[in-house]
């Protein structure tokens, strides 16, 4: 497995610079390469991929938690 890879649990959002995840802890997580559905957003979920800037997340799937 890869060390880039983060699986990441918090508030879905829709951010200026996208879809992005809050955590418990404050930080934002701005997702790639995926569509949420509209059920999910303001709820928490958990979402795995692959680490691509500071902040910024390819993810690899989305679910609710």
Same mark, same amino acid.
């Given at each position: 497995?890869? %060390?880039?890879?983060?699986?990441?649990?918090?508030? +879905?959002? =829709? +951010? #200026?610079? &996208?879809?992005?995840?809050? %955590?418990? $802890? &404050? =930080? =934002? @997580?701005? /997702?790639?390469?995926?569509? #949420? $559905?509209?059920? =999910?957003?303001?709820?928490?979920? %958990?979402?795995?991929?692959?680490?691509? &800037? /500071?902040?910024? /997340?390819? $993810?690899? @799937? +989305? &679910? $609710?938690?």
């Amino acid at each position: 497995m890869s %060390t880039n890879r983060k699986r990441i649990s918090g508030r +879905l959002e =829709h +951010l #200026p610079r &996208g879809f992005a995840i809050v %955590t418990e $802890a &404050g =930080h =934002h @997580w701005v /997702l790639e390469d995926v569509e #949420p $559905a509209n059920d =999910h957003f303001g709820n928490e979920v %958990t979402v795995e991929g692959e680490v691509v &800037g /500071l902040d910024r /997340l390819r $993810a690899d @799937w +989305l &679910g $609710a938690v």
